[in-house]
């Protein structure tokens, strides 16, 4: 049982545009979310979290909104340049809970 | 500072052996994960020590072990190794259980069963 989703494996978009990730999550217990950035042969890396008392989190190019009633999550880029072209992962934790984490979506920025 | 060493960073085995990896983490942290990331299937919870006990186990067979020594370092192990466990070994740790900035990952160990 997958608790938390990202149905899409991999996005392509141009530089300077809006990149926008999406994840949903299953369980309702989940009161903390975390975005993170992959390149490869290194350790996944912090990008921005939220917590379930906002609704929104930004920095700099970097924003998550989270929707509760709908579980869902999504992290917006802008403008989106070369150097974030990773994999994201979308990860949830609640209470105790070690950090459970989608599947991931592959992002290409194209110049 | 220092960030979270992982050793080694790449290792072949054949089926049936067994495999220790180590993880030191930044200074100060208490808790260590570890995590299996293999294509398709993202990053899978192994295991979550914090001041030298198991705290959160994940749905991983009995051949899957750990420990966590007094200084926060952990090893992980598998014995009777199988193809299937090929994969990236992932340790993270954080201050706590979880703090504003998550954890924060080494760079792995590549396992590759042969």
């Known amino acids: 049982d997958q608790q938390v989703k990202q149905n899409s494996p991999s996005l392509s978009v141009q530089e300077g545009r809006i990149s926008i990730l999406n994840c949903d999550y299953t369980?309702?217990?989940?009161?903390?979310f975390l975005w993170y950035k992959k390149y490869p042969a290194e350790g996944p890396t912090f990008l921005i979290s939220?917590?379930?008392?906002?609704d929104k989190n930004e920095d700099g190019r970097f924003t998550v909104f989270l929707n509760k009633s709908a579980k869902h999550l999504s992290l917006h880029i802008v403008p989106s340049q070369p150097g974030d072209s990773a994999v994201y992962f979308c990860?949830?934790?609640?209470?105790?809970?070690?950090?459970?984490f989608g599947k991931g979506t592959r992002l290409s920025v194209i110049a | 500072k220092a960030g979270v060493t992982q050793t080694p960073r790449y290792l072949i085995k054949t089926r049936g052996q067994q495999v220790t990896l180590s993880c030191s983490p930044i200074?100060?942290?208490?808790?260590v994960s570890w995590y299996q990331q293999t294509p398709g299937q993202g990053l899978q919870f192994l295991f979550e020590?914090?001041?030298?006990?198991?705290?959160n186990k994940g749905n991983f067979p009995g051949r899957f072990s750990g420990r966590q020594f007094s200084n926060s370092r952990s090893e992980m192990n598998v014995s009777t190794l199988e193809l299937g466990d090929s994969a990236l070994y992932l340790c993270?740790?954080?201050?706590?259980?979880?703090?504003?900035?998550?954890?924060?990952f080494g760079s792995g160990t590549r396992l590759t069963v042969v």
């Open positions: 993270a740790s954080s201050l706590g259980h979880l703090n504003d900035y998550g954890y924060t």
């Open positions: 369980n309702s217990m989940f009161d903390y």
């Open positions: 939220i917590s379930s008392i906002k």
């Open positions: 990860a949830a934790s609640g209470g105790n809970t070690p950090l459970v």
């Open positions: 200074s100060g942290h208490r808790s």
């Open positions: 020590y914090f001041s030298e006990t198991q705290r």
